[in-house]
């Protein structure tokens, strides 16, 4: 088992920043590939962005991609997500999840955090 647990979610105007940060404990982190997923009021869960085990490889969606970084520390057991020029579009509840191989498909992660809300405001 792994659990993960996500924090730095809050209230951020439009154009600022947050970086969200998701603690693993259990199994041995560095095992896992990691993701980060959000779903918005009314919407599916999406993907956002994702890391392979080592960091060396990360992949995003088009929405986020050159705004938001995904990054990881193996001795610290956290994947973080720095969002950078946030719209109100990306207003939602963000989940971090464990995966044995990095990817966007939420059927390959077995792990998931409990969720924590990002609201952007105009």
């Known amino acids: 088992q792994v659990q993960l647990v996500e924090s730095g979610g809050g209230l951020v105007q439009a154009g600022g920043s947050l970086r969200l940060s998701c603690a693993a404990s259990?199994?041995?982190?560095?095992?896992?590939?990691m993701g980060w997923f959000r779903q918005a009021p009314g919407k599916e869960r999406e993907f956002v962005a994702a890391?392979?085990?080592?960091?060396?490889?990360?992949y995003y969606a088009d929405s986020v991609k050159g705004r938001f970084t995904i990054s990881r520390n193996n001795a610290k057991n956290t994947v973080y997500l720095q969002m950078n020029s946030l719209k109100v579009e990306d207003t939602a509840v963000y989940y971090c999840?464990?995966?044995?191989?990095?990817?966007?498909?939420?059927?390959?992660?077995?792990?998931w955090g409990q969720g924590i809300q990002v609201t952007v405001s105009s």
């Open positions: 259990g199994r041995t982190f560095s095992n896992y590939a």
């Open positions: 890391i392979n085990w080592s960091g060396a490889t990360t």
């Open positions: 999840a464990a995966a044995p191989v990095a990817g966007w498909s939420q059927s390959e992660y077995d792990y």
